[in-house]
């Protein structure tokens, strides 16, 4: 089956600093991939996804890139804000298996 | 739109009683799935439906653990006997069908098994 890692497991961040996560993943077949920001005690929200057939995306102060050939794919937050303090996790999706395989998870912490 | 309704919010039980945790996916979604997530293994697929129909209930951890979904509007995940290596937090969510990925996490309910 599928297998996402997920690198750092913490980060601190001066706020304004850029936040940086990336993940691989081991099925060539996936081609879903989103990410999920999770405050404390809330439920796993989406903030994007990028599918298999883009290498990058895009939404103000986020982005994703993802390369096929390597088996990995990044988030990026540029001007981190305090808000921006959660756990982040990425997933994966196969095109047959329509299961989210979840990253173990990323803890941004934004240092005022 | 009211999201992805589950109940209760918080659970606790003593060990040995069963379980009956509810779920409510969005109106139209024709895809529910059901997560555990603990601070040892993260967030866990157990089973998903698609059309009310049982599709992947391979994270399923044992005969203890059973879900059924008998509409389109609700569905159940129960324990039983329950055990304190239970207690996690159990999401479910929706998403509205083949080809359309994003799925919509519900509030959760936080099961504590003593």
């Known amino acids: 089956g599928e297998n996402v890692e997920q690198h750092p497991s913490t980060l601190s961040v001066q706020e304004g600093d850029s936040a940086v996560i990336k993940c691989t993943y081991s099925d060539s077949a996936s081609n879903y991939f989103p990410w999920y920001k999770q405050e404390l005690g809330k439920r796993p929200q989406l903030i994007i996804d990028?599918?298999?057939?883009?290498g990058e995306k895009k939404d103000q102060r986020i982005a994703v890139t993802l390369n096929k050939t390597a088996k990995h794919f990044s988030l990026h937050i540029t001007e981190t804000q305090p808000e921006d303090s959660a756990v982040y996790f990425c997933a994966a999706q196969g095109f047959v298996n329509e299961k989210l395989t979840f990253g173990t998870g990323t803890r941004l912490t934004i240092i005022p | 739109d009211a999201g992805v309704i589950q109940s209760p919010r918080h659970e606790v039980t003593e060990m040995g009683q069963e379980v009956t945790l509810r779920c409510k996916p969005i109106s139209g979604h024709n895809s529910l799935f059901w997560y555990r997530q603990t601070m040892m293994r993260g967030l866990e697929l157990l089973i998903y439906?698609?059309?009310?129909?049982?599709?992947?209930d391979s994270g399923m951890p044992e005969d203890r653990f059973s879900a059924k979904m008998p509409n389109a509007s609700f569905s159940t995940l129960k324990i039983q006997p329950s055990e304190p290596r239970d207690s996690a937090v159990y999401f479910c969510?929706?998403?509205?069908?083949?080809?359309?990925?994003?799925?919509?996490f519900g509030p959760g309910t936080r099961l504590l098994v003593l």
């Open positions: 439906f698609n059309n009310n129909v049982p599709i992947d």
């Open positions: 990028i599918r298999s057939n883009v």
């Open positions: 969510a929706s998403r509205a069908g083949t080809g359309q990925e994003t799925q919509y």
